[in-house]
């Protein structure tokens, strides 16, 4: 029996070494080792053997199966280490062919400046508000201290429907709106961006329709040194720490002071180069401290609350932050324009 | 206004700084310097030269041959000009001289003879001809005989000048003088100022026994003074004022003419010199307008008047409009012996309408309208009295004939040391503000920490404490104030629902690959009819329309947003940019009114237009143009982003494709549109296949819910069903698929369209169309049982509502 188990294992791992189909292997593996191989047709044999022979012929028998068995297991793993290594280079594609285009969109720049400069001021507390484009005269002049015939109404031309209705010339309503609906009573910070509408001829700087971002702050107790420090915050974050802002006194009907702001120029940092026009400053914005007839016309006693506003022009941001000379590109619409700012 | 720096130095003293020092010292300190320009590039070696001798050359008839004198040496000049005279004193470029533009004098020879030089026109120096006074337009220019030979012409030119052009702002109507500019100057430096000479040698006869005035809109005009002024020499005013006018940017005429304008400028007071004689008349009669009246003005323009107007008569006819122009028929021309001057306080508000209404705007008008100082306007009147006297030889007739109810007083408003520095952040001390209040020359009287500040008329801008702090914020300087944050605030910010929907929208959007762009809301009348959306033209939208627009491209207030940017599209496509895909999200203007009366109605709309390709990838020959069902896709995208449920059902809208158009509906309710633009109105416009959607996002914002509930994860498995119809081509999927939900209810919880057949082995005129159900149960795993019956039920109702039979 041993020559025969001898010879059982001799002929298969003979046949193992020689067959390189998996398939053919597991038939091997059934002809020597299945419920019928002739590995277990010789076992059935030892049912003759004698008692000491038995645990000998066992062993062997054993070794021989486990060799088979390894023998077989090897080579499987050899043959299909060696299909998927064909398999894999088969696959293999050039990586360098272009992928299969997504359709990237974007937001127009002027959005995304105007929510940079929301969620700037959200981070500060303040909330935003939204009004009409179509306002009255009321809210649009009257109530922000323009009255009829004031010379300052001269400064914005406005689009009339009719007498008393008018495209609004700033966001300066919605300040006045805010207030009303507090009823004087309660401090609050706000923003308000929108669109709104000028007579001017549309060139390369001005535009009939443009963007506007208006701040209000009223409390007891504002101080206008509150609006240099909120501006000059807001200047070096919009536009880079190293800039400065510098305040000048100016005109505006609806606040007293009045001031308009100007940053360093960047690329001189307030030397004086042809960018800034040799000044050393751009124009930013214009704001200042509540003027106390706003703040009585919209019920806030002026003798407990101040506050301070100030307003700018998003296109202006844009253009000074990205470089863009001409303001008609935002309302154009050329793709090739909208594309270079769609990760802005 | 343009300030010239150095006229400026005749009233404030400047020192040692510069024009540009000036410059930014005043910017900061409150008006703003727009820029400083130099009056002349520098020119070297001009000189004074007498002309001794001028004869003609001997080969040019047009040529002159001069011997100059030019103190040190006689220069022999040839010179072309015509006017050219012995006996003048010019300006004489010597040889080696450099003139503005670059030009080199040498010595040259003129058709065989020697020039040694250039006389020089005001041009060649560098002034702007629309200076030059018009008798010399063609000529040289010739000084006065006192100027002394040899001497730079630099100074006596003014070509060392600068000019501030100074912003000035409504509030500022102080600053659009030479003494107002003087003020300020002087607070912003801390000096004093030097005043004008007034003083005038008047002469025994009254002017009262000349003229008379009576006002009839004392409103309007509660000031009228008339000077008379005898025989006066009309002739060119002295250099030194023309320098002064031309660097003001104010072509010099004559003496008269010259010294109102120069008086102007310097007190801010607009004066007015009739001819007295052509004003034939001994009565100043000051009224408004009759409506239709005309009168020809200086510039010899007819102008038609109305009531509204105020104007300057003889009794009989209009002389001027009041503060605006004066009459051609009174003016003062070279044969002018006496003068009636005039110096008056007109109203504001009335200079401003006459201004609007006649288009005429003047150095007159805008002093007016701005308001001027009511304590000057006399002390003017006699400072161009006093310049008559002096330069035009005339004979100032004793008092002043007026009328008088002009109001002079000044204010006085209180300011508090602690209230100053609580409001602006500071600690300025009571001193440093009696400091500021004296160099402002306010005068005041101080108690402690309380002033009681007396403002001077010249500064009709304060008022009240406010106009006060800026006052002496801006002396003590914005530059001090310090960097503090609001220490009251405890309000949390952030968005509302509606504004972070409206972000969500916009994220979603680009998401799936659409640009923002940003349209003009006004438009031409025939892309305000269209597109409209169904249920906006349900209410029968009047266009609004501007009372007066600056083009027919922007006249009336959009009701959509679509035909502006088919614009863009077009545009673009023109540029060979043709694969498009746009969205935005803005404001139309809705109201039913013929005639507005109160605001329309603003309806926030999400659009969107694409054109060309939306897929392509060639080399997998993946490439698919954009169609009905793409856009369709982003907004079924959109709602279920919302998880918001929306019906599309077929629809007609004016300049869409009428079999390609679907309207949108939340709960009933049609909220805007989508599919294919018309294929004419794409052809008019330039645009291949273009398809759009306009959506009523208000409504939608309305419908949706801020924040979902948690439904259970189904615990149980679902079962899937198909079933294949074949329908009547009419038959819409959509109305089938709504069957199958209504009658697979509840327990069909999705079903999905995944072919849609017609051709072999399906009849003409019908269709196949297959359904996948997902049937699901949330408590039970389900039996086959529940299933059969329900798809049998299903089939039946399909058929027999849509005459469809399954498909084997
Ligand atoms: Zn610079």
């Known amino acids: 029996m041993k020559e025969q188990l001898e010879a059982i294992r001799s002929e298969a791992l003979d046949k193992i070494v020689q067959v390189e189909d998996i398939k053919v292997l597991q038939e091997i593996r059934v002809t020597y080792l299945g419920k019928k191989g002739s590995l277990t047709s010789v076992l059935k044999g030892m049912g003759k053997l004698s008692k000491e022979e038995r645990p000998v012929i066992g062993e062997i028998a054993n070794k021989v199966r486990d060799a088979i068995t390894t023998a077989l297991n090897e080579k499987i793993q050899k043959l299909e280490e060696a299909a998927l290594e064909k398999q894999l280079n088969q696959e293999t594609i050039d990586v360098t062919l272009p992928g299969r285009p997504v359709n990237v969109g974007g937001a127009h720049l002027l959005t995304s400046i105007v929510e940079e400069i929301e969620d700037l001021f959200i981070g500060m507390g303040y909330e935003v508000r939204e009004g009409p484009e179509v306002e009255t005269d009321y809210y649009n002049f009257e109530a922000l201290n323009l009255p009829q015939n004031h010379p300052a109404r001269d400064m914005q031309d406005t689009f009339y429907i009719t007498n008393e209705l008018l495209l609004r010339t700033h966001t300066s309503p919605v300040q006045a709106r805010t207030m009303l609906e507090y009823k004087g009573e309660k401090p609050f910070k706000m923003i308000c961006p929108g669109k709104v509408y000028r007579r001017d001829t549309d060139d390369a700087t001005h535009s009939h329709q443009f963007r506007q971002i208006e701040g209000l702050y009223v409390d007891e107790n504002v101080r206008m040194s509150d609006l240099k420090g909120t501006l000059d915050k807001f200047a070096k974050k919009m536009f880079g720490e190293d800039r400065n802002i510098r305040l000048r006194p100016s005109f505006f009907p609806f606040t007293e002071p009045s001031v308009e702001m100007d940053i360093s120029c960047k690329v001189c940092h307030g030397e004086g180069c042809n960018v800034c026009k040799g000044t050393g400053w751009i124009e930013i914005l214009g704001g200042g401290m509540v003027h106390p007839k706003v703040l009585e016309m919209a019920g806030y006693d002026p003798k407990v609350y101040s506050g301070f506003a100030f307003g700018m022009g998003t296109e202006r941001i844009a253009m000074l932050k990205y470089g863009v000379s001409d303001i008609r590109a935002f309302y154009t619409n050329d793709v090739r324009f909208l594309k270079q700012f769609h990760q802005a | ?808």
Not at chain 2, 427 to 437: D, R, V
Not at chain 2, 457 to 486: H, K, N, W
């Open chain 2, 1 to 808: 206004m343009l300030v010239s720096y150095n006229w400026l130095k005749k009233y404030v003293d400047l020192g040692e700084i510069t024009p540009e020092e000036l410059a930014d010292k005043i910017t900061k300190s409150g008006i703003e310097v727009e820029s400083v320009d130099f009056f002349a590039e520098k020119s070297t070696n001009v000189v004074v030269g007498y002309v001794a001798s001028c004869e003609k050359h001997p080969d040019a008839d047009k040529l002159n041959l001069c011997q100059v004198d030019v103190g040190e040496e006689t220069l022999q000049i040839i010179c072309g000009a015509p006017n050219v005279r012995q006996g003048q004193k010019v300006a004489v470029a010597k040889p080696g001289a450099k003139l503005p533009g670059g030009m080199k004098i040498k010595k040259v020879k003129l058709r065989g003879v020697e020039s040694n030089g250039m006389i020089c026109s005001l041009q060649e120096l560098g002034v702007d001809e629309k200076y030059i006074p018009t008798d010399i337009a063609t000529g040289i220019f010739v000084f006065p005989e006192d100027t002394p030979v040899g001497e730079s012409v630099i100074p006596y030119l003014n070509l060392d000048d600068a000019i501030l052009e100074l912003d000035i702002l409504a509030n500022r109507a102080d600053a659009m003088s030479m003494l107002g500019v003087a003020y300020e100057v002087g607070a912003i430096l801390g000096k004093d100022i030097h005043f004008p000479d007034e003083s005038v040698t008047v002469e025994e006869t009254m002017a009262e026994e000349h003229i008379s005035v009576e006002v009839d809109a004392p409103d309007l005009n509660p000031y009228y003074g008339a000077f008379v002024i005898k025989d006066v020499e009309i002739k060119a005013s002295p250099l030194w004022m023309r320098n002064a006018l031309i660097a003001a940017g104010i072509r010099p005429i004559n003496n008269v003419v010259d010294i109102t304008n120069y008086v102007l400028l310097e007190y801010g007071q607009p004066l007015h010199a009739f001819d007295y004689d052509r004003f034939n008349s001994d009565k100043i009669v000051v009224r408004r307008a009759d409506a239709g009246e005309k009168i020809i003005t200086l510039d010899e323009q007819e102008r038609t008047l109305d009531e509204e107007m105020l104007v300057i008569t003889n009794g009989k006819e209009a002389t001027a409009i009041a503060g605006v122009m004066g009459g051609a028929n009174t003016e003062v021309i070279d044969e002018t012996k006496n003068v009636l001057l005039e110096a008056a306080y007109f109203d504001g508000g009335s200079i401003r309408k006459t201004v609007k209404a006649t288009g005429l705007r003047s150095e007159s008008s805008s002093r007016y309208e701005k308001g001027i100082d009511p304590n000057r306007v006399k002390k003017a009147g006699m400072r161009a009295c006093h310049l008559l006297q002096k330069y035009a030889n005339g004979k100032v007739l004793s008092g002043v004939v007026k009328f008088d109810k002009l109001d002079r007083s000044e204010k006085s408003v209180e300011v508090n040391v602690g209230k100053i520095n609580g409001r602006l952040g500071t600690e300025i001390s009571a001193e440093e503000i009696a400091k500021i209040l004296h160099r402002l020359k306010f005068n005041f009287e101080q108690s402690n920490d309380t002033f009681t500040v007396t403002v001077p008329t010249r500064r009709g801008d304060i008022s009240i404490f406010e106009d006060m702090l800026e006052e002496v914020a801006r002396i003590y300087g914005y530059d001090q104030l310090p960097y503090t944050l609001p220490a009251g605030s405890n309000q949390a910010g952030g968005l509302t629902v509606r504004q972070t929907l409206k972000r969500k929208v916009k994220q979603y959007m680009e998401n799936v690959g659409l640009m923002e762009t940003l349209t003009y809301s006004l438009t031409n009348e025939a892309n305000v009819q269209r597109l409209v959306s169904p249920e906006i033209q349900a209410l029968q939208p009047v266009p609004v329309s501007l009372h007066m627009p600056m083009s027919e491209d922007h006249k009336y207030l959009r009701l959509s947003i679509l035909p502006e940017m088919l614009r863009s599209l077009s545009y673009n496509t023109a540029r060979n940019q043709s694969d498009l895909a746009y969205y935005e999200l803005g404001a139309v203007f809705v109201s039913d009114e013929e005639k507005l009366t109160k605001q329309p109605s603003e309806q926030l709309r999400l659009v969107s237009a694409l054109t060309g390709k939306w897929v392509e990838h060639p080399w997998q020959q993946e490439m698919k143009e954009v169609d009905f069902y793409v856009v369709k896709g982003i907004l079924e995208g959109l709602f279920h982003f919302l998880e918001l449920p929306v019906s599309f059902n077929r629809g007609k809208v004016d300049g869409m494709h009428p079999g390609r158009t679907a309207t949108l509906a939340i709960d009933g309710k049609t909220v805007g549109f989508v599919g294919q633009l018309h294929p004419s109105l794409a052809k008019e416009l330039d645009l291949k296949e273009t398809y759009v959607f306009d959506v009523n996002i208000d409504a939608v914002f309305a419908a949706f819910e801020d924040i979902p509930q948690y439904s259970d994860i189904p615990k149980y498995p679902s079962v899937s069903r198909d079933i294949a119809f074949i329908l009547d081509q009419e038959v819409l999927s959509g109305d089938v698929k709504q069957v199958i939900e209504e009658v697979g209810s509840p327990l069909v919880k999705h079903v999905q369209i995944f072919d849609v057949y017609q051709g072999e082995n399906v009849e003409e005129g019908k269709k196949s169309i297959a359904y996948r159900l997902l049937y699901q149960d949330p408590n039970k795993t389900l039996k086959d049982e529940e299933v059969e019956a329900s798809y049998k039920h299903i089939v039946e109702m399909v058929n027999s509502k849509f005459n469809a039979y399954v498909r084997s």
